[in-house]
């Protein structure tokens, strides 16, 4: 049996298809190791209220989740009304971000998270891009809510427009992770999936060498950088994949499933 103690999962693209489908394997597996006494954590970009649900659905009753990026941890607990508790929390002012970025890109729709239930939103998102309740509220009140994770939409700007965007209007204090085109989420400064990570590791008691972690997007790097055995996927992106340790298949070949047999051979 393997020596690693924790498997750290990113969820979209990695364990999960695109169009939401996580395969028998993936979930055979994960009951493997978790039978095995491995701490199984899902480290994602996805808000609480959205990871809990996907935790379930790989039938994790029990454990941790790293969620908004690393800036919020719970614990899956049945005790509890949603089936989480949330034990660390770490919030940024939006407002600077916000009015900097909305001076640039005055059509792009905001959201800022509502922690555990879903987002305020300046607009309604297309549908099935945000997860939970929605609740429109104007800008002002936007900027002035203290943040787990922002998310900016802009239709019709690419992932460079977005980088160049950031770095012009100097968005120093919080962290940030271009996703699919025109889409940027916002994080509190000096917070990642690794920083969430290392702090469950330390509770947990798991030793750094016994880590273990498999992702697919610019909000990995840290993580699988982190992790004593980090991971991409095969289709994440070159800088990403120049991180890793290693490089696995692709989602569509279920890449992260031969890691996890693997971890059970």
Known sequence: MTRTR??????DGTLMSYDGVVSDGVREAIGGLVDAGV????????????????ARALGLVEGWLVCSNGAVTARLDDSEPSGFAIVDTVTFDPGPALRAIALELPDALYAVEDLGVGFRVSELFPAGELSGEMAVVGFDELAA??????????????????HALVERVGLHEVEYAVGWTAWLDLTPGGVSKASALEAVRRRLGVEPFATLAIGDGGNDLQMLEWAARGIAMG???????????????????????????????
């Open 235 to 265: 289709h994440a992106p070159e800088r990403v994949r120049g991180v890793a340790d290693e490089v696995t298949g692709t989602i569509d070949d279920d890449g992260a499933l031969s890691v996890l047999r693997g971890l059970l051979a």
């Open 145 to 162: 809510t203290p943040a787990t994770r922002v998310v900016i939409r802009a239709p019709g700007a690419s992932p460079e427009e977005f």
């Open 6 to 11: 924790l498997v750290a999962l990113d969820v």
């Open 39 to 54: 701490h199984v954590v899902l480290a994602t970009g996805r808000g609480v209220h959205s990871a809990a649900p996907v």
